[in-house]
Structure formats: structure tokens, C-alpha cells
């Protein structure tokens, strides 16, 4: 099973940096969660959400966060339409489920017409 979080959307904020007071390192990324086994490939609901600043390599905490950084995040928080979360069915599930059907078809054939 394979548990990954794929970026939705990323966005330039024009606030200082925290760390090194650079203006438009600052990156907001938004992911969402993407599940696959063998049987079935899925996007959750599961978001988690990241600033980091591209100047100084630095992930950047809520606890450093300014007053302009926390509301620039709330309203792209708001802004923010993630994906659907859907499942979609791989050929080895429903292979599986054709032969599992195929064989209650067939025993229940045999018990309802055992002299044929």
C-alpha cells in the first residue's frame, strides 16, 4: 500500500520571511492525501498544508507566523477547493469480483438443479 500526499496548489505569498526577511520566498503549498494498493487508487479528504520559505530553505512554523502571514493563510485556507475524493477500481478488483460472482452463480446452480 502506497501513502503519498500530492500537491494540490501552491502559492507565492508576499510576506516577509520570518527567518531571513526575504519578500516572495514564502510558499503556501496545499496536499492532499492519495492512497494506492493493488485493488484501488483513492484521493481522501486528508489536507495538509505547509509554508516554507525558497530563499532561506526554512519550513516556517505557526508559532513564527506574523499577523499578516496568519491572515494571508486563512484566506487562501478559504479559497482553497481541494480535489473530490473518489476511489477508482483497478482490473484486479474486478477480476476478483467477476470470479467471486461466477462461483456463487455456479454453486447455487449445482444446489438448485443437482441431477442435471
Given at each position: ?15 516577509n520571511c ?7 520566498g ?8 492519495f ?21 532561506c530553505?526554512?519550513?516556517i ?5 506574523t ?5 494571508v493563510?486563512?484566506?487562501q ?8 475524493a ?18 456463487i452463480i ?6 438448485l438443479?443437482p441431477?442435471?
Amino acid at each position: 500500500m502506497s501513502e503519498r500526499f500530492i500537491t494540490v496548489k501552491e502559492v507565492v505569498l508576499n510576506n516577509n520571511c520570518p527567518e531571513c526577511y526575504s519578500k516572495g520566498g514564502l510558499r503556501l503549498t496545499f496536499k492532499q492525501q492519495f492512497i494506492e494498493t493493488k485493488f484501488y487508487k483513492s484521493i481522501t479528504n486528508n489536507i495538509k498544508n505547509s509554508i516554507a520559505c525558497k530563499t532561506c530553505n526554512t519550513t516556517i512554523y505557526p508559532v513564527q507566523w506574523t499577523d499578516d502571514i496568519e491572515r494571508v493563510f486563512e484566506y487562501q485556507q478559504k479559497a482553497f477547493v481541494p480535489k473530490k475524493a473518489s476511489t477508482y477500481l483497478k482490473k484486479a478488483t474486478w477480476v476478483v469480483i467477476v470470479f467471486v460472482v461466477a462461483v456463487i452463480i455456479a454453486i447455487l446452480f449445482f444446489i438448485l438443479y443437482p441431477k442435471l
